[in-house]
DNA sequence: CATGAATGAGCCTTCATTCAT
DNA sequence: TATGAATGAAGGCTCATTCAT
């Protein structure tokens, strides 16, 4: 344990933490075998149970390490917003979108193993993905209290269904690797969606 | 044609996909063994070779077949709903989570599973699923022809987030294995969600 | 468990067990592969894993094994000695270097593998060796009580004392794979020594 | 020479050799990694490789050295002793056993280690156990000369089994981690049933 | 059709040894 | 000399699949 863990920081254990991310993005965690992890990062297999307790403890490294990044920049982001709620809503949405695209083995990996590895990666209670929906459940809760939006929803149930939105529109652009030129649309109307809702009103032309 | 039919319809082939069900939903396709998934169908491990060609067919064949019963009850019960496109819309999000409560083993292996195989399981394109989520693009643009629904957003997209953020939020009854109290309510919530959206209206009360 | 364990009589099981028992005669433990004795016994290196749980279960089981085999022939044969006490003495040693003799791999098994084994294949406590060694110990106790043999010594300390001269000396036979020309003539002396002791009497001419 | 001389004095040879001793006794050859030997000793892994070619020559040294020291003393110890052979034998009983006292994980590990490496070390002929026993066997010779040990009995065997009783009843003690209270009991005992035999006599009261 | 013992390819992990510092 | 991070060969074991019965 003292040993599996070296340097959090390590250039050697951040090439590794890329090779899984590139490995796992394109096959899978089951599919993925250390040894090909372990080419990718340009080291050698044993070189990875230097920095990780194993196959498992690797994937875990790797969604603590990337969702704390992506948690780090999205609040930086989300605070240099100007306008109120409803403008970071949208521009939540847009963000989630624009780093999904800036990080494509991530948003793969994220949209395709968070659910296995949640509940298969056994005693792992993914407390970084839990902060991350943190950040939209207060984003909704300020919004009720100022009266921007409703109160007659659950915060925790709305941010769930929101985040499972976005990610499942994101899987489909992802899996397909759609080129970012319409995505500024595509970001546009789920806000849109999700603000105003489907029905038709006469305010929407 | 006469053969192939009499082995889709034994009772044998059922009690394989049942069992696999059941291991699947309990530890997932990668973490079950074959032998496994034999003796909760009660047959012998080679049995199961005389039914499915290999571990990924029966993978998919489980798919299909317990995605064409879905979409078979579904469509039957929608029919039955009366009102216009919104009665029909709520229905649906009803629906959903009322299937998954009847079958929780079937939820809990479509909401984990589905998103690994569409996309490991080689050459296999889930067509069966597209055709749920038809269902629902159908009924989107249904309602946007019938001016009920908002012409400005994209049948395609749309359903995607619906599935998305009802499949997020049944992710999580599931997996906590939420017993179906206050599902009504949640139901409804999200319901309301969708159609009215999130910001605060005076008719909101 | 119930797996790893089979049948307990099977030509299989049988093959594997005598195959390691010449692997690990002729390599120890530790420098033998599993699947050298899965090749030994012509079998594939899985089918080991059918009837043993695990490499230390199969060195456990080959002791158990073989030395249920040797007891028994040894408490037959000893029934068999005509005499007393003394003469069941000489007749055991030379039945255990007999038995050693007619089997050199089971003799070189034992008593190079005996102790690392009764050390460190964990929790194992060799019940079968002891008993053994209980076979010598009640001979001793029984020429005790019938006056043949001296009482000031500790039978169990008498009986290990002597199973220790006959490893050690089988040890050596067993290393060199001395032919079993004058075996006859150095159990004589072994016994001579044992019953008479190593001091000048008269009687010794 | 002057160089090797040096290395063979250094304190951080006999550190390392001390480490070892004390993880092979505890673990065992096999089931001690160099990494423990290491930090046993106080040293880098790689240190360990400046002083021994591999571990196979570490153990081979660690028991050149420790026999070297053992042969020291008890050569010593015996010419100290007054008396007869007979005096001389009960002398060597006790000397064996009192050095394994003193010194727990070296009778350990000798008593364990030594018929494996014997065996499996490759090439390892082992002189000093060899020196270690012409010790035991010049003393039966100079009794048989002398006319206090009877003549019929070859002395490289009686050596052999005398040293394979002393060391058996030693294991038995040192697994035991028996404290050395009745040891010297357990000496007596074990010298006269070598000396007298184990055949009641009047003399023996 | 059904069985389940047997197969053997393949993978994760360990650890003795090396070598740049 | 000393270090300890890095290496990579090697081995125990698993498990999907086959096939003789």
Redesign the pocket.
């Given at each position: 344990m003292a040993?599996?863990d070296?340097q959090r920081d390590?250039?050697?254990?951040e090439r590794i933490l890329q090779g899984a991310l590139r490995a796992f993005a394109k096959k899978g965690f089951?599919n993925?075998?250390?040894?090909?992890?372990?080419s990718e990062a340009?080291?050698?297999?044993?070189?990875?149970?230097?920095?990780?307790?194993?196959?498992?403890?690797?994937l875990i490294s790797l969604f603590e390490d990337r969702m704390e990044w992506v948690i780090e920049r999205l609040t930086t982001e989300l605070q240099a917003v100007e306008g109120g709620v409803l403008e970071k809503l949208r521009a939540f949405v847009g963000l989630h979108f624009q780093l999904a695209i800036e990080n494509p083995d991530l948003a793969e990996f994220i949209t395709v193993e968070l659910r296995q590895s949640a509940k298969f990666v056994k005693e792992y209670e993914n407390p970084k993905f839990a902060d991350y929906l943190k950040i939209l459940q207060f984003l909704i809760e300020e919004g009720q209290r100022g009266g921007e939006l409703r109160t007659d929803l659950d915060s925790r149930l709305v941010s769930r269904a929101l985040f499972g939105a976005l990610d499942e529109v994101l899987l489909q652009l992802t899996l397909a690797r759609t080129p970012p030129k319409d995505v500024t649309e595509e970001t546009g109307q789920i806000s849109r969606m999700i603000i105003d809702g489907l029905v038709h009103r006469d305010e929407h032309t």
């Open positions: 040993e599996a070296r390590s250039p050697k254990r089951y993925t075998r250390v040894s090909e992890i372990a340009g080291v050698a297999d044993g070189t990875i149970y230097l920095y990780f307790k194993n196959k498992d403890d690797l």
